[in-house]
């Protein structure tokens, strides 16, 4: 098998269907368009100014003519990059899912006890999402939202037409993992037998929903989620209520 292929629920896939830039954003759309006329033009600035939009206006909440203002280019050239909006959403997601998923392919190549490789996992994770504001509220919204489909899919549907995109075979690479992680340290009596499913969904929401909770996140621990002191507690505390759930 080629070092680069990914195998996934049976599927055979290339990781360089996933993209990996590393770029940091404010939660403020007015700030994202304010930052964007500056000089625009690049696919990455167009790529960036998107995350932001998508992130805090959903899919059905941005126009292509709303985004090409913002980026400061004009619908066609937009469109040359991007010839429907359902591309760059696309793109968007690739973005953050494949910034995620070399993080993680990092930690997998060091050699290390399950429980060691979940710490680091939670952590590359958390530092991962602390750095780009809008990924965790634009994962969620993937994850949940209606728009663009009613689903996102690990696998391939053979009873539908629409194949997987690239962002969703980064996302199932990445729980693909996470479930290998947690067979290999039931086998070897480090971990309780749990559903993986289960399993999964739990950390997805500890880790994950932090970074988008916004106001009631702030409300709740009295700062910004995404302060220096903030990101570190989380770090730890998440570590350790996930570890604790899974220890034999």
């Known amino acids: 098998m080629p070092d680069q292929a990914i195998k996934l629920f049976g599927l055979q896939t290339d990781r360089s269907v996933c993209m990996v830039s590393v770029m940091s954003l404010t939660p403020n759309v007015s700030k994202f368009e304010s930052a964007a006329r500056r000089r625009p033009e690049s696919r990455d600035k167009i790529l960036e100014v998107a995350e932001g939009l998508f992130a805090y206006g959903g899919y059905a909440g941005v126009g292509m003519r709303q985004l090409a203002a913002t980026v400061g280019l004009s619908k066609s050239a937009l469109f040359h990059h991007f010839p429907t909006k359902l591309e760059l959403y696309a793109?968007?997601?690739?973005?953050?899912?494949?910034?995620?998923?070399?993080?993680?392919?990092?930690?997998?190549?060091?050699?290390?006890?399950?429980?060691?490789?979940?710490?680091?996992?939670?952590?590359?994770?958390?530092r991962t999402l602390s750095e780009d504001m809008p990924a965790g509220r634009l994962m969620m919204r993937a994850l949940v939202d209606e728009?663009?489909?009613?689903?996102?899919?690990?696998?391939a549907d053979p009873e539908s037409e629409r194949e997987l995109m690239p962002f969703e075979l980064c996302l199932a690479g990445i729980v693909e993992?996470?479930?290998?992680?947690?067979?290999?340290?039931?086998?070897?009596?480090?971990?309780?037998?749990?559903?993986?499913?289960?399993?999964?969904?739990?950390?997805i929401g500890a880790v994950v929903f932090h970074f988008a909770s916004g106001d009631l996140g702030e409300a709740l621990i009295g700062e910004s989620i995404f302060s220096g002191s903030a990101v570190e507690?989380?770090?730890?505390?998440?570590?350790?209520?996930?570890?604790?759930?899974?220890?034999?």
């Open 91 to 126: 793109a968007v997601l690739d973005r953050v899912l494949g910034r995620l998923l070399e993080g993680l392919d990092a930690v997998g190549k060091r050699d290390m006890a399950p429980a060691e490789r979940l710490d680091e996992w939670i952590d590359t994770v958390v």
């Open 177 to 203: 993992r996470f479930r290998e992680l947690l067979e290999e340290g039931i086998a070897a009596g480090v971990f309780r037998p749990v559903s993986i499913g289960d399993a999964t969904l739990s950390v």
């Open 147 to 155: 728009e663009p489909f009613p689903s996102v899919m690990l696998v």
């Open 233 to 248: 507690r989380r770090r730890r505390e998440v570590s350790e209520f996930i570890r604790r759930g899974l220890l034999a």
